[in-house]
Structure formats: C-alpha cells, structure tokens
C-alpha cells in the first residue's frame, strides 16, 4: 500500500515537474517501473487483481492513443503518462499471476 501511494504521488508530482521542465524524466520513469514492479509483486490480494487490472486500463488505453493529440493537455497528460509508466509493470505481473493462478487450479 504504501509503494502504490508512493508510486502515485511520486508520479503526480512528476508530471508537473516535468511540464515545467524541472525534472530529468528517464530517471522519474525508472523509479515508477521499479515500484511498479514492487507493488505488483507484493502489493495486491487475489481479491484485488480484477480491480486493479481495470482500474490499469483506464490508465493505460488512452496512452496508446495518437501522443501528439494528447500532448496538448500538458501536465494532465503527464501526470498520466507517468501513473502509465508505474501501473503498467503492476498489471502485467497481476494479469499474468491471475491466468496462473486460474490455470493452475483443479
């Protein structure tokens, strides 16, 4: 709970940062996908992953959609970018530890 809190304000803060033209971004991505990767392995509960995975989603569809229109939204769009940059690790490792876990059962 608390790397995901971290993740997220860490993140948010980023993002303005970032617009501002304040902040290195490589590095800031880094560290998300590294708590990313946190909060995935550790983090969440079986009952969780089905929220989760969707509430990823709404982060990171709209991430794949044409860069340079949503670039217009300045820092709300990096403020998303970079939640993207941190969920993104996290899903991935809970969507494939839900098909494990719904694949391994008898």
């Excluded at 997220?8 to 708590?35: D, T």
């Excluded at 860069?67 to 820092?75: H, I, K």
């Excluded at 530890?97 to 719904?102: E, F, G, M, P, S």
């Amino acid at each position: 709970e608390v790397a995901f809190l971290a993740g997220v304000l860490i993140a948010v803060v980023s993002g303005i940062l970032a617009q501002l033209g304040q902040i290195y971004e490589p590095i800031i991505a880094y560290v998300l996908f590294g708590l990313g990767v946190v909060v995935g392995l550790l983090n969440l509960r079986k009952e969780e992953y089905t929220t989760f995975l969707l509430a990823s989603l709404i982060f990171l569809i709209p991430l794949t959609v044409n860069a340079d229109q949503l670039s217009a939204l300045g820092w709300l769009f990096k403020i998303v970018y970079f939640i993207g940059v941190f969920v993104l690790p996290a899903a991935l490792i809970v969507a494939f530890k839900a098909i494990w876990d719904t694949a391994s059962r008898r």
